[in-house]
């Protein structure tokens, strides 16, 4: 990229006053801009892409035209030809001077012009960074270039300037590491990001760390892993953000936003919540959203007891999606492709239901409502809320979902729970009743595929804003096969699979939803544009 400096180093046409005007000044005096409000902030010449152009700064766009020389009869006009090019500077993520250095140089060199790093939309969702080429040999012509791009790109908001990275060694084909250090690091650094990175080293360092570690020191916390750290790190920075707040941590009724956002760099299994909030699992894209700045308001749950809170979640499964997590855990030893194959199978082969009792709070407000029309309406239904505005029912369930993001995973491309969105205010409870291993299996065909997973007559979905449910111990059952069939640890308690984390609990555990707790770097994948774009990157 550094090494070559075009015709530049070939001998050069003389140019005329008004050219060698252009190059060393801002525009004073120019045509007015294709747009208004989109003032120049200067114009000058450069070469890119091997032909001379006429380069146009503002603050939204870098805009670009090839030019023909003077006429051999002295003429100093330059002929504007071919079509203008286009630059949005809300794509751009960094700016730097280019040189040419000999082996072992490590500063100065030779100045061969400006290098502009783009982010570009490509097809599937997926983003890539992409490099244009300003050359001219002028020290003046480009300080002055590069100051102007560095003052528009420092003025963006949200874009992060230290990052607080965690990174999990552990995580599915033990790949994090490596994902972090060669696709994610290059770009932080290009980016002029400054990191603190952490590895690791067993579960729940990372929340030991965001307990003691003073976030006002970052603009945003990164982690680098799969569904299960994802959470823990999520989980840490809520709590946080309560002890900060002076808030107890035994029971949060009403928690406060986390202070900082959090990117999530998939290097898992199924990585949900980087499925749902970049619509596809790749480490650059996740790391462009961060390094742009896309910020997505997003739901969260706590699960509590009557008596504690037990953690903050997205999502949750109880029954099945339970207890293969429960099984797959015990068999850490496998692989972990083979181990959750193991899991899921055995656990089909076995399938058995829970006994539960499921109380929950429909949500009131019409979904159609403006996201400030239904937190205000939210408040008054909240005010004047019954105990008859609970809907209980009791029974054998094979699964219990309850989930406050669609969770999009490339084995449900539509989402596990595709009604629900990132920052509704609601929860999706899909309960699946006792049926056949046969019928079952036909509803988990269903999330694969377009047809609707939830159109069986043992399927039941409600969107609420909470909800309580209460185990029931399966009687006649001696102690041994009570234990496997309602996959209970010797304490009693049942798995819970929360975001990929599992967690046990015997007494009732209360769910409920809180709207935009967290910011998360991403966007909303209802507005991510599937077209593929174009670019003249050089």
Known sequence: MLGAAGPFLRPQRRAGPEERRRRVAPLAASPPPAERGEEPLLRGIFEIGKRSCDVVLSARRLRWSPIVPESPAGDSSTVLQGEEEIIEMKDVFSVKLKRRRFVGQKRG??????????????EENKLTDCAVHLNNLSEDHCNSWFRHLKEILNGFQNRPKSLKVFVNPSSHKREATHVYYEKVAPLFKLADIKTDVTVTEYEGHALSVLKECE???????????????????????????????GKGTDYIPAPVRASVPLGVIPAGTTNILAHTLYGIKHAVTATLHIVMGHIQPVDVCTFS???????????????????????????????????????????????????????????????????????????????????????????????????????????APRGLAPNTRL????????????????????????????????????????????????????????????????????????????????????????????????????????????????????
């Open 109 to 122: 060199g030779t100045l061969l012009g400006i290098t502009i790093f783009k982010c570009l939309h490509k």
């Open 215 to 245: 976030l006002q020191a970052f603009d945003g916390v990164v982690c680098v892993g799969g569904d299960g750290s994802v959470s823990e790190v999520a989980h840490g920075l809520l709590l946080k953000a309560q002890i900060d707040a």
């Open 305 to 411: 007891t009557p008596s504690k809170l037990l953690r903050f979640g997205f999502s949750a499964m109880f029954g099945f999606g339970a207890r293969t997590l429960a099984l797959a855990e015990k068999h850490r030893w496998m692989p972990s492709n083979q181990r959750k194959d193991f899991a899921f199978i055995k656990t089909l082969a076995d399938l058995k239901p829970e006994e539960c009792e499921l109380s929950f709070l429909p949500l009131q407000i019409p979904q159609e409502d403006s996201h400030e029309n239904d937190r205000k309406k939210k408040g008054k239904n909240k005010k004047k809320g019954s105990k008859d505005q609970w809907h209980k029912i009791q029974g054998h369930f094979l699964n219990v979902s309850i989930m406050a993001i669609p969770c999009l995973c490339s084995m």
């Open 423 to 538: 920052n509704n205010g609601s929860m999706a409870l899909i309960v699946v009743q006792n049926t056949s291993r046969t019928e079952f299996i036909k509803h988990l065909k269903r999330y694969a595929s377009v047809k609707n997973q939830f159109n069986f007559p043992f399927v039941e979905t409600y969107t609420v804003q909470e909800v309580k449910l209460q185990p029931r111990c399966i009687s006649g059952l001696d102690a041994k096969e009570n234990t496997y069939l309602n996959a209970t640890s010797a304490e009693g308690n049942y798995p819970w699979n929360i975001d990929g984390d599992l967690m046990e609990e015997a007494s009732e555990v209360h769910v409920r939803v809180h709207p935009q707790l967290i910011n998360l770097y991403g966007v909303n994948t209802d507005d991510l544009e599937s077209s593929k774009a174009t670019c003249s990157c050089i």
